[in-house]
């Protein structure tokens, strides 16, 4: 009878549970070293708190405003691209191809100085607009000095990213399966009414991950804005540590304002995953 080999299974197991308590137990380590780093500077996180709280609170709205028009501008810019007309490809994919082409702060300084200049001649001001708009509501005084830059930021933004979308709206379009529609209009609904109905309900779960990639991403370049004199959230952080002369409280101030960045896109991440699994659901 042959004897059996010896199984090394359970060693195998022993190091993987052993290098699994060492993992924790480092991250723990980290995680419990980080939390005493922000004690040591808790007078200077009390302090500034309120201010970057502040810029929080604007670069979530301009955030909001430009996912909206940009998701506006990228459905917009795949119906273009799949548009039966040669001109409407042709434009919709000049479109992607120009702003995907060159970066975003050339491009903010285009809208920034180049458009705001050509409409300031035309005699457009989107401060005076919405000063005149807020003085018939008597709150004249919400409207801040670097309106334009807010304006035009926006805009810009909105613009960059609705190409990004273009492609993501397009693909996934693209990636239900033509029997779909082709279903649909022999039902008798018509191509409107099959796009609406049965291929975006498809369309939209697979462009969830990288539309919640894509607006992450754009809450991060929102910092940009502060080259346009914008308080936001990376403004507000420059302006408060740049002052500083102890460069280890500057780098503080530099690393408690990334945790607000991190407080702001974490939960976007969890809303995706939950609404991905949410949606997988039915199929």
């Known amino acids: ?92 994919a000049i479109y992607v191809e ?7 702060l050339v491009q903010l300084f285009v809208w920034y100085f180049g458009l705001s200049l050509l409409l300031a001649r035309l005699g457009f001001s989107p401060y005076a607009v919405a000063f005149q708009f807020m003085t018939v509501l008597q709150n004249n005084s919400l409207v801040p000095d670097t309106f334009n830059g807010i304006f035009y930021g926006i805009i810009g933004l909105s613009f960059n990213y609705g190409a990004y979308l273009t492609e993501v709206f397009r693909t996934g379009i693209e990636s239900v399966d033509k029997g779909q529609s082709e279903a649909a209009l022999s039902l008798g609904l018509t191509s409107s009414q099959a796009l609406r109905r049965i291929i975006l309900p498809q369309a939209i779960r697979i ?25 936001e959230l990376e403004q507000q952080t420059y302006a408060l540590a740049f002052p500083l002369i102890n460069s280890n409280t500057k780098l503080f101030v530099f690393i408690f304002g990334a945790l607000f960045y991190l407080a702001i896109c974490y939960p976007l991440a969890l809303l995706a995953r939950y609404l991905e699994a949410r949606m997988a659901v039915a199929y």
């Not at 120009?98 to 975003?104: A, E, N, Q, W």
């Open 207 to 231: 462009t969830i991950p990288p539309f919640t990639n894509y607006f992450i991403t754009l809450v991060q370049d929102s910092s940009l804005l502060a080259t346009l004199s914008v308080l």
């Open 98 to 104: 120009v702003i995907r082409g060159t970066p975003i």
């Open 1 to 92: 009878m042959q004897q059996a080999l010896p199984s090394t299974e359970p060693k195998r197991r022993s190091w993987l549970v052993i290098l699994d308590y060492l993992f924790y137990v480092a991250l723990a380590a980290a995680l419990a070293g980080f939390l005493y780093y922000i004690y040591t500077f808790r007078q200077e996180a009390l302090l500034i708190t309120p201010y970057l709280l502040a810029g929080a609170a604007a670069t979530i709205a301009i955030s909001a405003v430009s996912m909206v028009l940009a998701t506006i501008f990228g459905f917009i810019g795949a119906l273009g691209r799949l548009s039966r007309f040669t001109v409407l490809r042709a434009i919709a």
